[in-house]
């Protein structure tokens, strides 16, 4: 176990918001709400799932919806409140803890917030090791742990309880919802016990953000190459570097979809590189052929500081580098593929590992 | 307490469908069900609020969706069962009694399956003397009894269960829940003490569709004039005599919407009516300007067999009587006329009750 401060925390969502591959919410009012938190209610206890009891039950928290809507509707903290105790309330058991649902600059902080008003342990793993779009696409899915009971809440008081009978099902319901609560909705979901976990989850992610966090930030100082700095830290693969040229983006049903363009520079000149998004980064492609795409982690970055630049935030003229990194090993088996793979979000390709390309 | 077997279902079902006012479900499927109910669990007692304890607590049961998709789409009994359970373990207080949140082909005889199934008693009396297309539209409402807990389940074993600040939230929520269900699910909402109900329920309803159900059998074996029968036996008002020469519909937003046009015959001739409907008759105009609207009931009875016509079995050439008749006093009330007057469905119009035109 070790305390969170807010000095750790700004660590925390700068470094999962580049684990976040475009989604995963805005960093800055991730930490925002965390810092409140732990203003009001003290620091937080960072806890690993081996020091805690097999048959503690764990229920992570999280924010969503489009990220687009988040920089002008704050969460009010109650709706995530709300939504906690009444998975807690509904299964009729002790929660021991929360934890985060997958990496990104807001979802890694929001059960933060959580474990710091609760006074909870808050446990060092995700569902993912990066972020995605849809409910269902979590490492539990994998295992067979169903997202259910599960509950959400918005910042006027309404709380909706599901028990369904596939995490498909969860995410279909659960984004209709979404759009009425306003396209911003505050969930709590798959509880799990820590033994269930200790298959099913990506372990260190909240260390693995920290530890990004703290090499943009001290890259800064030092007057390092941020980007190269960055792309040590995680393992990744430069991809590209370039202007934005455009964004073209949507709000739809509840999620944000688009594409970026950026036109290369340097060795990349006289090329053009398409992003396409939905809420998260799906895949990468030069001139026509797609280079890296889901469940692969595609990340831009600002050439100068090396901050990871959300979808929400990308804007035209921004300098950026655009780098690959390896996706956690159970998104690479029949199962995780099946989920999250290209195919899935209607690319017809077969999944080519980021290493394979640029190894 | 009284006994309803298989013979009292068939006018139950086939009078509902007169206050139904073209929706309230298909009574050929309500009958249907619960016959096969009664056949497979024995005979329903039919208990009066003055029957019961003051204390006990009723919820009522019902389907919501697009009448026209119930038609291709047999529910399958579990599902209503298992929101009906779901609102009584969230309570975690034993329910007494199931009953009709409106009068309806379906929904008069939705709750009739569940009381013969579980064993429970059926109560006569509704939330709204009528049908109407949205879920905050009963008495209950002016009264302030809340929607939730409210519980939403389908055949395939889903189920959603909602707290909500208000019974429009609940109705907004549930709408988009049911469109993914399939455009339609089963519910259970509406909790309420048997002292709460004596204040806010139509009381009778039940009892009232039997006799207007009977009417109805008795005036086709005498052979007398069966619209003028039922006319007098609900205190309505003839307001148009016609064939169907038109229904524009569609399925929008888990509703049954459309109009139907209705050239005149006899003394109506050379006149067009038109009715409007989003699940229920809305308004009736003749020649352009409303004669009667919303919160009173609109209903069109087959000119032969007085058999009312639902507005997803209106087709052309039906010759038809189209009769008005007042609503419960409740929905004369300010508060009333707010949730299901003109204006709340779109016509610039003050409500006058029918019969200060054809009385």
Known sequence: MRILTESNIEDIALGAAVLGTGGGGDPYIGKLMARQAIRDYGPVELYTLDELADDDLIVPTAMMGAPTVMVEKMPNGDDIINAFKSVGKYIGKPIKATMSIEAGGLNSVVPLYVAARLRL???????????????????????????????????????????????????????????????????????????????????????????????????????????????????????????????????????????????????????????????????????????????????????????????????????????????????????GLELVGPRYFGYDMDYVPVEERYG
């Open 121 to 335: 342990p808050f446990v060092d793993c995700d569902g993912m090791g990066r972020a995605f779009p849809e409910l269902q696409m979590v490492t539990h899915s994998i295992y067979g742990i169903s997202s259910t009971p599960f509950a959400m809440s918005d910042e006027r008081g309404n709380t909706v309880l599901m028990e369904t009978i596939s995490n498909k099902w969860t995410e279909t319901f659960a984004r209709s919802v979404t759009v009425n609560m306003g396209a911003m909705s505050m969930i709590a979901l798959y509880a799990a016990t820590v033994k269930d976990l200790k298959t099913a989850a990506v372990q260190g992610t909240i260390s693995l953000a920290e530890e990004i966090g703290k090499t943009i930030r001290r890259a800064r100082i030092q007057e390092a190459d941020p980007v190269k700095t960055v792309r040590e830290a995680v393992g990744g693969f430069e991809i590209f570097k370039g202007k934005i040229s455009d964004v073209a983006r949507r709000t739809e049903a509840g999620f944000a979809k688009g594409d970026a363009f950026i036109d290369g520079i340097d060795e990349y000149s006289g090329k053009k590189l398409k992003i396409s998004f939905q809420n998260e980064h799906l895949a990468a492609s030069i001139d026509g052929e797609v280079v890296v795409s889901v469940p692969d982690l595609i990340t831009i970055l600002d050439i100068d500081t090396g901050e990871p630049i959300t979808t929400e935030a990308m804007r035209y003229g921004y300098r950026v580098a655009v780098i690959g990194i390896p996706c956690d090993k159970r998104w690479r088996t029949e199962k």
